[in-house]
Every structure is written in structure tokens, then in C-alpha cells.
């Protein structure tokens, strides 16, 4: 299983990006995907998640300005940044838990190769 992220780029504040993520190989179903970000010198942290049935949580940080979303027959997330900040600045990486090859597989977490956002001031 791959997670190809892409979208991310440079960008003035107050300004937007869409950051797409897709899952390919041996895919039987996919539970929850997310996105997970990391600044230069800090953790990697939360920024939203979405379950398969569509229910979303955020990071209260992006709350009203990201918005989270997915398109289960691509397997593919999306993440919709607006109004961003000199704070969105970082590596974002995308998640996702594969059930591969078949319903009796466990699922396994897998990560992207993470895309840069750079929001300038």
C-alpha cells in the first residue's frame, strides 16, 4: 500500500491550497484517513481526520478554515486550506488504516511521503 500526497507549495497569508492524498495496491478497505503536520523544530501534530462514514475532527488551531474531506471509490483524501497562516507552515503528511488483500487482514496505519506548505507573511 502507497499514499501519494501532493498539492503543497508556496503561498502568500490569507491565501489557500488543496492537498490531495491517494492510497494505491492491495486495498480491501480503508477506515479512517487524516492529515498530520510538523514544523521545523516541533512534533508532528493533528490537524484533521475523517472516518469512512464521513465524520470529521479537527485541531482547534485549523477549526473554520480547513476543511477535511474524501472520496472512498478513489481512495483518495483531500484537505482544503483557506485563510492560512504563517503557523501552517510545514511538512504536511497524510494518513490512512488499509485493511489489504481482504476482510480477514488486520488494518495497518500507513503514512505519505509528506508535501511542504510554506504560508509567507
Known amino acids: 500500500v502507497q499514499l501519494q500526497a501532493s498539492g503543497g507549495g508556496l503561498v502568500q497569508a490569507g491565501g489557500s491550497l488543496r492537498l490531495s492524498c491517494a492510497a494505491s495496491g492491495s486495498i480491501f478497505s480503508i477506515n479512517d484517513m487524516g492529515w498530520y503536520r510538523q514544523a521545523p523544530g516541533k512534533q508532528r501534530e493533528l490537524v484533521a481526520t475523517i472516518t469512512s462514514g464521513g465524520r470529521t475532527n479537527y485541531a482547534d488551531s485549523v477549526k473554520g478554515r480547513f476543511t477535511i474531506s474524501r472520496d472512498n471509490a478513489k481512495n483518495t483524501v483531500y484537505l482544503q486550506m483557506n485563510s492560512l497562516k504563517s503557523g501552517d507552515t510545514g511538512v504536511y503528511y497524510c494518513?490512512?488504516?488499509?485493511?489489504?488483500?481482504?476482510?480477514?487482514?488486520?488494518?495497518?496505519?500507513?503514512w505519505g511521503q509528506g508535501t511542504q506548505v510554506t504560508v509567507s507573511s
Open positions: 494518513t490512512a488504516e488499509v485493511r489489504p488483500y481482504g476482510p480477514l487482514y488486520r488494518p495497518m496505519s500507513y
